[in-house]
T-cell receptor, first 113, second 113 residues
């Protein structure tokens, strides 16, 4: 299947520390997107990285993509308690689907004050 | 900043009843999607819609489901005869292109009794 899978399933850190979450997928992609979801709420888009990009930054977020290993990572630097949420990667399918996204199970990040 | 909106935020219905979930995509977007997330599970693709027709649908999107863009702004998901297993959070999303960021609405939590 196409789905991205995040690792670890759960991550617990102190405020100020960095949080790294990983995503692996199985088939080629056009792009990979990272989303955040607070408990029971909607999906907030964080970053889209295209298959020809290797790294992207947005504020305290840094995303890398290694298409040879079919993996991506999301780094949150200087984490805050407000970063507590579930983080999902979502992949599309190169040339085979019309925008359909495949989501992983997510990483539950808890940041302790 | 433009956003996707969804109504209602919560819906409780009896098994066998019809429900219509409503979405207003971002105004200049051309591609529309419905996803669902059963409690504790992955976000799953249901259907994509472009140019007033379905582009792709998943195996979940059976004959009980239909989508419609009744006017220039709304995008609806109808479940004709709800089942207990339809209880989930339903998300609408829209994008400017199939390889562009998908922006999600806040979701409609559907509970079928």
């Amino acid at each position: 299947s196409q789905q991205g899978e995040e690792d670890p399933q759960a991550l617990s850190i102190q405020e100020g520390e960095n949080a790294t979450m990983n995503c692996s997928y199985k088939t080629s992609i056009n792009n990979l997107q990272w989303y955040r979801q607070n408990s029971g709420r909607g999906l907030v888009h964080l970053i889209l990285i295209r298959s020809n990009e290797r790294e992207k930054h947005s504020g305290r977020l840094r995303v890398t993509l290694d298409t040879s290993k079919k993996s991506s990572s999301l780094l949150i630097t200087a984490s805050r308690a407000a970063d507590t949420a579930s983080y999902f990667c979502a992949t599309d399918g190169r040339g085979s689907t019309l925008g359909r996204l495949y989501f992983g199970r997510g990483t539950q990040l808890t940041v302790w004050p | 900043e433009p956003e996707v909106t969804q109504t209602p935020s919560h819906q409780v219905t009896q098994m066998g009843q019809e429900v219509i979930l409503r979405c207003v995509p971002i105004s200049n977007h051309l591609y529309f999607y419905w996803y669902r997330q059963i409690l504790g599970q992955k976000v799953e693709f249901l259907v994509s819609f472009y140019n007033n027709e379905i582009s792709e649908k998943s195996e979940i999107f059976d004959d009980q489901f239909s989508v419609e863009r009744p006017d220039g702004s709304n995008f609806t998901l109808k479940i004709r005869s709800t089942k207990l297993e339809d209880s989930a959070m339903y998300f609408c999303a829209s994008s400017a292109g199939t390889e562009e960021t998908q922006y999600f609405g806040p979701g409609t939590r559907l509970l079928v009794l």
